[in-house]
C-alpha cells in the first residue's frame, strides 16, 4: 500500500483514552498524553505475553468448564445433572429449537470461536505473518464484539437456581462448572482486551 | 508538539496515520486501510445521550426494584429480583459467580448511568465537571463489562426452559429491562467520547483567552 505511515514510524502516538496524536519525546521515563494525562504507549505494554498467559489460562479452565455439571435440576419425579452440552441437547430434544440454537451459539460456539481465534491471531503476530492482515483485523473486531454474550448461561444458572428451591418440590443448583465457564469468559475478554491488533500491521509496515 | 488544531488522527486497530475530515451529520469515517470506525458526526451527542442516560437510569431503578418473574407450584409462589438471585447464589456459597453477576449486571451498569449523569449534565451546560479525564478513562475501562444486555436474552432464555414445567408469571422488572436494553444501546449508539474530549477542550481554550 502506498502511502501508508503509521503513527508509530513519525515517532507519534495516540492516546488510549482520548484518541489525541501526540508526541512522546525522547525524554527518559514515562511519557503522558498532553490532554488527559493517560501514559502513552507505542503499542500496547506486554501485550503478547499477556494475552498468551490469560488465553493458557482460559484453555485450562475450558476442560472442567465443559466436563463438569453447570446445573443439577430435581424434583420428586426426576434428577438430572446437566453439563453445558448436554442442558443443549436437552432443550433441543423437548422441542425449544429456538433456545437450544441461542444457548449453543452463546455457551459453545463462542467460547471457542474466542479460544482459537485469539490463538491465530497471537501466532501470526509473533510470526510477523503479513498474511491477510484486513480478515485478521476484522477478526479481531469480531471477538470483541461477541465475546461478551458467552455470559448468558451463568445468568441463566442464577435465575433459575435463585427461583426454583421450593423444599422437595423441584430445585435447581447451580454446579461447580459454573465458575470455571465464567472464568472461562472473564479471562478470554481479557486477553482480547490485551491484544494489540496494531502488531498485526507492524510487519506490514516495514516491508512497504 | 503537535498542537490540537493539527487534527491527526491514529487508527486505534492499524496506527494508519490519517488527517480528521469534517463529516455531515450521522455520517461515519472510517479508517482506509483497515475499515475501522474513527469517528462519527453524531448529532447533538450530549443531549440526545443525556436523554437516553437519565431515561434508562429510572428504569433501572425500578428494574432493580421489582420483581422479574414468579413461579407457581401447588398454590405456592416464588418470585424473584436480580439482586435476590445474586444473593441467593451468594448464600449457596457460589460467592464468584455472585460477585460476577453483582459487578456484571448491577454494579458496573450503576456505575455507569451515574457517571455519564454526572459527565454530561455540566457539559450541557458549558461547565467541565471535576475529575473528568479520569472517569472518562474509568468509563472506558468499566464499558465492556456492563452486560444489561446478555442479562436480558438470559432472562428470556429462563422463562422458556421454566414454562416448561411452571406457571410462569411476568414481572414488571421483565418489562424494564427489555426497555432498559433499548435505551442503553441508544445510549451507547448515541454516546461520542470524541465530542465530550473538544466540548471539553473548547471550553478550556476559552477559559485561556479570558
Known amino acids: 500500500m502506498s502511502g501508508a505511515t503509521s503513527a508509530a514510524e513519525l515517532g507519534l502516538c495516540s492516546c488510549h483514552v482520548c484518541n489525541l496524536v501526540s508526541s512522546p519525546g525522547q525524554g527518559t521515563g514515562q511519557a503522558h498524553c498532553p490532554r488527559c494525562g493517560a501514559p502513552l504507549h507505542f503499542r500496547k505494554p506486554g501485550s503478547v505475553a499477556r494475552c498468551w498467559a490469560l488465553l493458557i489460562s482460559a484453555y485450562i479452565l475450558y476442560i472442567p468448564a465443559n466436563t463438569l455439571t453447570i446445573m443439577e435440576t430435581g424434583s420428586l419425579l426426576k434428577y438430572r445433572k446437566d453439563t453445558i452440552v448436554s442442558g443443549v441437547v436437552e432443550l433441543w430434544r423437548t422441542g425449544s429449537w429456538g433456545i437450544a440454537i441461542v444457548v449453543f451459539i452463546a455457551s459453545v460456539t463462542i467460547p471457542l470461536l474466542k479460544l482459537i481465534s485469539l490463538t491465530l491471531l497471537l501466532v501470526s503476530v509473533q510470526r510477523r505473518s503479513g498474511w491477510r492482515p484486513r480478515q485478521r483485523t476484522r477478526l479481531y473486531r469480531l471477538v470483541e464484539l461477541v465475546g461478551r454474550w458467552s455470559m448468558l448461561d451463568i445468568y441463566v444458572v442464577a435465575l433459575l437456581a435463585a427461583l426454583v428451591q421450593l423444599g422437595n418440590m423441584a430445585t435447581v443448583k447451580a454446579g461447580p462448572a459454573a465458575l470455571a465457564f465464567g472464568a472461562v469468559v472473564v479471562l478470554t475478554m481479557l486477553a482480547s482486551m490485551q491484544f494489540d491488533p496494531r502488531l498485526i500491521w507492524d510487519p506490514i509496515q516495514k516491508e512497504s | ?210
Request: charged letters at 20%; one cysteine or more.
Open chain 2, 1 to 210: 508538539m503537535e498542537h490540537h488544531s493539527a487534527k491527526l488522527i491514529a487508527c486505534h486497530d492499524c496506527d494508519l496515520l490519517q488527517r480528521e475530515i469534517p463529516l455531515k451529520k450521522g455520517c461515519t469515517a472510517s479508517c482506509r486501510r483497515c475499515g475501522a470506525v474513527l469517528y462519527r458526526n453524531a448529532t447533538d451527542s450530549i443531549d440526545r445521550t443525556l436523554a437516553f442516560t437519565l431515561a434508562a437510569a429510572v428504569l433501572f431503578v425500578i428494574a432493580n426494584l421489582f420483581p422479574i418473574f414468579a413461579i407457581e407450584i401447588q398454590e405456592t409462589g416464588s418470585e424473584i429480583n436480580l439482586f435476590g438471585a445474586v444473593k441467593s447464589l451468594w448464600d449457596k456459597q457460589m460467592h464468584s459467580v455472585s460477585l460476577l453477576v453483582f459487578l456484571t449486571t448491577i454494579l458496573i451498569p450503576a456505575l455507569e448511568l451515574i457517571t455519564m449523569t454526572y459527565l454530561l449534565l455540566p457539559l450541557k451546560f458549558r461547565s467541565v465537571p471535576a475529575g473528568s479525564h479520569l472517569l472518562l478513562g474509568m468509563l472506558k475501562i468499566v464499558k465492556p463489562w456492563g452486560m444489561i444486555e446478555v442479562l436480558m436474552l438470559g432472562v428470556l432464555v429462563s422463562l422458556v426452559k421454566l414454562t416448561s414445567s411452571f406457571k410462569v408469571i411476568p414481572g414488571i422488572a421483565l418489562w424494564s429491562f427489555a426497555a432498559l436494553t433499548l435505551l442503553l444501546a441508544a445510549a451507547a449508539a448515541t454516546f461520542s467520547a470524541r465530542d465530550v474530549w473538544e466540548r471539553m477542550d473548547s471550553r478550556s481554550d476559552r477559559e485561556v483567552a479570558a
